[in-house]
T-cell receptor, first 115, second 116 residues
């Protein structure tokens, strides 16, 4: 089946630095990319939805200036956590898909730890 | 606001038996998709089954089947002949458009344990 490659799978950074997480669709064109945050033993919380070539739509309560999402091509979407703080430590997951076909594929997730 | 409710935080079943996980959702859309995903400890999301809302026939995938009641906005998952490998978190998720934006929203999940 189709694959979404997400990396890094884990990253540790110092408080105040920025971290970029990439999601690449390897064998399909992801017209839509969803970005989620997942706390331990909790569900996936939708952060934002991005469509190729346009600005992301952020969910209520998600700071767009802190979580920068870029979806410049049909095969690459990035999430940049700017000026990271310990409370940003979490598991981040992307999902790429095509609304027309209803097909969705998930990345492996990225565990971010901010010291 | 669109909501997804999974009313069973935890469930357990004996190996080889059948278990049903419930899910209700709220959307004003008419055309959408519904998914059940499985998340094992590795945290990789695994698609279990998918239902297209415009199809009346319930989706089946080997030991997994759904009971889709569109009018009631209910989408339950039945796992037959449960196996130890079915132990995982299960999430229900509708995929729809809202205000020109697409959304894939997850319920809180049901932790399923299959006992030997």
């Amino acid at each position: 089946g189709a694959v979404v490659s997400q990396h890094p799978s884990w990253v540790i950074c110092k408080s105040g630095t920025s971290v970029k997480i990439e999601c690449r669709s390897l064998d399909f064109q992801a017209t839509t990319m969803f970005w989620y945050r997942q706390f331990p033993k909790q569900s996936l919380m939708l952060m934002a939805t991005s469509n190729e070539g346009s600005k992301a739509t952020y969910e209520q309560g998600v700071e767009k200036d802190k979580f920068l999402i870029n979806h410049a091509s049909l095969t690459l979407s990035t999430l940049t956590v700017t000026s990271a703080h310990p409370e940003d430590s979490s598991f981040y997951i992307c999902s790429g898909g095509d609304r027309g076909s209803g097909e969705l594929f998930f990345g492996e997730g990225s565990r971010l730890t901010v010291l | 606001a669109q909501t997804v409710t999974q009313s069973q935080p935890e469930m357990s079943v004996q190996e080889a038996e059948t278990v049903t996980l419930s899910c209700t959702y709220d959307t004003s859309e008419n055309n959408y998709y519904l998914f059940w995903y499985k998340q094992p400890p590795s945290r990789q999301m695994i698609l279990v089954i998918r239902q297209e809302a415009y199809k009346q026939q319930n989706a089946t995938e080997n030991r997994f089947s759904v009971n889709f009641q569109k009018a009631a906005k209910s989408f339950s998952l039945k796992i037959s002949d449960s196996q130890l490998g079915d132990t995982a978190m299960y999430f229900c998720a509708p995929y729809y458009s809202q205000g020109g934006s697409e959304k894939l929203v997850f319920g809180k999940g049901t932790k399923l344990t299959v006992n030997p």
